[in-house]
């Protein structure tokens, strides 16, 4: 009896601070409970990031989201992964969001932990949630917050308060205040240059939690990958060269992943900095056909062998999802953000069954009839038709 209490009482601290974490996260997320954690060896931070996954029975594509948090459940409801509660329904589907969750709208954090809910609501039932890095993620651990929002400062300086709450709340518990509080500001400057005085606590607080070994960078962005491949599709955001296969895909997500969680130097620019740059480069998503490199693309792949085609968002396609060079180049970024162009949401489904398909909330497309991402139109683009009017729209693999 003597031994339990003991064990009880050497417990309090772990439970209390567990208690207030749970509690900051609720306040932050808009009311949500973050179920456990499953912890696995290929989610321990020590362990290299996984690059290669097995082909899925089901594969859903999501594109940029750009702190949209409406559009982001719809596009998750879209695809069926998500019920009435917005609660993971996908079963065993692999999901992959491609990047670009933060700046231009002011809902970055809330979607954050809105994928890693869904993530540890997918993994019980043998679904994955892989979310990956886009340019404006690695421009906001580089301090680069030239697209961040009023309203998307402001919920930092939300967050930033009840975090602060929070370590006020540990420092009052004997053995927590050593060791589990972390001071948000340190070695952060206290005077900025070109930045006007309103923007300026905000402007402090997104650096403090988005630089390296930051509290949401650490938490949130680390366990993002760069790049992977999926089956016979690669994903990236902007897209991938030769030079970055070379280099190794596993060698770039790790590189990548421990700059964020600082425990290495900036990465090159080749790899996620300058338009040649993993997650900027353009030289296939750019939206007319005839600026699409479709040999050097074609090159890229077959230094991957089984890569049939590359999946990217980056570059937003007005006209929806679409694909060219044979359908080895889809680009699913349809700018659905109301930062951007406010898009209406698709996503691309690769089924083992029914290949792959365009599903859209366009209702130019709702009369359920199918056609093939190959039609092309009088600008040569490889997009939907809209005479076919399909809701759902079929691709040849």
Not at 22 to 38: E, K, M, N, R
Not at 196 to 202: L, M, Q, R
Not at 239 to 246: A, E, Y
Not at 357 to 371: A, C, D, F, H, V
Request: hydrophobic content about 35%; aromatic content about 8%; proline content about 4%.
């Amino acid at each position: 009896m003597e031994s339990q209490t003991n064990l009880t009482c050497q417990n309090i601290p772990t439970l209390f601070s567990s208690f207030i974490d749970t509690f900051v996260d609720f306040s932050v997320s808009g009311g949500l409970f973050l179920p456990p954690p499953i912890i696995t060896s290929s989610n321990h931070n020590n362990n290299p990031l996984q690059t290669i996954f097995p082909s899925p029975t089901r594969l859903i594509a999501i594109g940029d989201l750009h702190g949209d948090f409406q559009k982001s459940k719809q596009a998750f409801k879209l695809a069926g992964l998500i019920d009435e509660h917005d609660k993971w329904c996908g079963g065993s589907t692999t999901v992959v969001q491609i990047g670009d969750v933060l700046d231009r709208g002011g809902e970055e954090l809330k979607i954050l932990y809105f994928l890693e809910k869904l993530k540890r609501e997918a993994v019980k039932v043998n679904g994955n949630l892989i979310t990956m890095n886009g340019n404006h993620e690695i421009m906001n651990v580089d301090g680069d917050f030239r697209y961040v929002t009023k309203k998307g400062l402001q919920e930092f300086k939300d967050w930033a308060f009840w975090y602060c709450v929070g370590n006020d709340m540990k420092m009052l518990c004997d053995g927590l205040e050593i060791g589990c509080v972390k001071d948000l500001f340190e070695g952060i400057p206290i005077e900025f240059r070109d930045v006007k005085p309103e923007y300026f606590d905000g402007i402090r607080i997104r650096i403090a939690a988005l630089r390296p070994n930051g509290p949401i960078s650490e938490r949130f962005l680390s366990k993002n990958q760069t790049v992977i491949v999926v089956g016979d599709s690669v994903f990236v955001h902007g897209g991938l060269l030769t030079k970055h296969v070379d280099y190794g895909l596993e060698k770039v997500n790790e590189e990548v992943r421990d700059w964020i969680r600082g425990v290495k130097g900036r990465v090159s620019r080749d790899l996620v900095r300058g338009r040649n740059s993993i997650v900027w480069l353009r030289k296939f998503s750019n939206e007319l056909a005839k600026d699409c490199d479709c040999s050097l693309l074609e090159h890229v792949l077959a230094t991957m062998p089984g890569a049939k085609r590359m999946i990217m968002g980056h570059t937003i396609q007005e006209s929806g999802i679409n694909g060219i060079c044979d359908n080895k180049a889809i680009r699913i970024d349809v700018g659905m953000s109301k930062g951007c162009t406010n898009g209406l949401p698709e996503v691309l489904e690769i089924d083992r069954d029914k290949g792959l398909r365009i599903l859209t909330s366009n209702p130019l497309y709702q009369n359920g009839k199918e056609g093939s991402l190959d039609t092309k139109r009088n600008d040569g683009l490889g997009l939907l038709h809209p005479e076919l009017g399909p809701k759902q729209v079929e691709v040849n693999a």
